[in-house]
């Protein structure tokens, strides 16, 4: 069973940049798939990013398409999110998640493991 525990949140301006790190315990993690989702306050958790197990394969969505990028190291056990161009919009806890293969429903948040989440607050 992979264990996830996030790193790199914080407080940046509007138009500053973040990486964001995932770092996976476990031996399954270099055939996971893996995604970014972010939850804001009294919203619903909506999907970010996700990445297939070898980095082949990527998913965005519409709203950090071109300001987000997610990414692999699998000898480090470790899938990151660079978020450029960030906007207060952006503020939510960000979440990633482990599942098994990276499929046509990558962006539903059925994910088999949860990290504890990082805040990431943009200020306007």
């Known amino acids: 069973q992979v264990q996830l525990v996030e790193s790199g949140g914080g407080l940046v301006q509007a138009g500053g940049s973040l990486r964001l790190s995932c770092a996976a315990s476990?031996?399954?993690?270099?055939?996971?798939?893996m995604g970014w989702f972010r939850q804001a306050p009294g919203k619903e958790r909506e999907f970010v990013a996700a990445?297939?197990?070898?980095?082949?394969?990527?998913d965005y969505a519409d709203s950090v398409k071109g300001r987000f990028t997610i990414s692999r190291d699998n000898a480090k056990n470790t899938v990151y999110l660079q978020m450029n161009s960030l906007k207060p919009e952006d503020t939510s806890i960000y979440y990633c998640?482990?599942?098994?293969?990276?499929?046509?429903?990558?962006?539903?948040?059925?994910?088999?493991?949860w990290g504890q989440g990082t805040q990431v607050t943009v200020s306007s």
């Open positions: 990445i297939s197990w070898n980095g082949g394969t990527t």
């Open positions: 476990g031996r399954t993690f270099s055939s996971s798939a």
């Open positions: 998640a482990a599942r098994a293969t990276f499929t046509q429903y990558i962006r539903r948040p059925d994910y088999n493991v």
